[in-house]
């Protein structure tokens, strides 16, 4: 079953210990079954590299770590999806509707095409989707 859109910045509490929570912790334990969760095609990857690059950069993760995280990442049971018509005016819509960023709109409109909750650390986001009448998820 696919459970919810899921953004970097809620995948990160995998990854760093002082970003832990409940939610991400049991949405891990759902993927340990037969769910999944729903990602933008490239935009989702591109992401989780950049955070554990800056990561490395930072001194907050070793390069090997790094990439033993990206790994696990990568091989989560997703589905990886395009945008809602490439990104086009659905994503400017959102953006302006909610004073969002470009990567931030794909996700909230994957979570309203797909009719899913989404799973995210960021409160902008998170307030955007509340906003639209998107479920959070929470566990």
Not at 22 to 30: E, F, I, S
Not at 36 to 64: D, H, I, T
Not at 82 to 111: F, K, T
Request: charged share 20%.
């Amino acid at each position: 079953m696919r459970l919810c859109v899921l953004d970097a910045s809620f995948a990160m509490a995998w990854v760093f210990a002082d970003e832990a929570n409940a939610a991400a912790d049991a949405l891990l334990d759902r993927l340990a079954g037969a769910d999944s969760v729903v990602v933008p095609a490239v935009l989702w990857s591109l992401e989780v590299r950049n955070v554990l690059r800056n990561a490395v950069r930072r001194s907050r993760l070793s390069a090997e770590l790094a990439e033993q995280h990206r790994r696990a990442l990568r091989d989560l049971p997703k589905v990886v999806v395009a945008c809602p018509n490439g990104l086009g005016a659905e994503i400017d819509e959102l953006v302006r509707a909610h004073g969002l960023n470009s990567y931030d709109a794909a996700y909230l409109a994957l979570a309203v095409e797909h009719d899913l909750p989404l799973a995210t650390a960021a409160a902008g986001l998170a307030a955007a989707a509340q906003a639209a009448g998107v479920r959070r998820y929470a566990g």
